[in-house]
């Protein structure tokens, strides 16, 4: 499983997660890393584009974990979740502000599935020198879910 931060525009008006600038560049990565992305179920923290693209509230992240994701994971019971960027990864676990960069490729263990935090795609896009690390994190999650299978 993969969870990004929240849609974005073309997310928005498609209604469906990953479809957007950032989420073609994930794709086109999990492709590289020969991931098969229809293999796994990729959804986000927030179900709603912030206004202005601003970072999702507190209340927004409570609102939306609570009522939504908590049943999607309860649904789909993953064995590894992957988390894009540090807003994912503290909605999901209520980790304090830290630097996404000390925490990816860590893995977190949580009630029964496995964190792998990693960065955001729009940041390794922007800022490609991380794509090594970003691909390593993408490749690993996956490599443990694989090991923990059924
Ligand atoms: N697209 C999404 O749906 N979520 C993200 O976090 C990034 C791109």
Do not use: W
């Amino acid at each position: 499983m993969i969870i990004g931060e929240a849609p974005g525009q073309q997310e928005d008006k498609q209604s469906k997660p990953f479809v957007g600038k950032a989420g073609q560049f994930l794709i086109k990565v999990l492709n590289q890393c020969d991931i098969d992305h229809t293999q796994l179920f990729m959804t986000n923290i927030i179900k709603c584009r912030p206004p202005d693209n601003r970072n999702p509230q507190p209340l927004e992240i409570k609102t939306c974990t609570k009522l939504l994701l908590e049943e999607q994971i309860a649904i789909v019971q993953p064995r590894v979740i992957c988390t894009l960027g540090i807003i994912a990864l503290q909605g999901l676990t209520g980790i304090k502000k830290t630097p996404i960069s000390s925490l990816r490729g860590k893995p977190i263990k949580i009630e029964n599935f496995i964190i792998v935090p990693t960065f955001h795609p729009a940041y390794v896009n922007r800022t490609r020198s991380k794509l090594p690390l970003f691909q390593q994190d993408l490749v690993f999650a996956h490599h443990l879910a694989q090991k923990y299978k059924l």
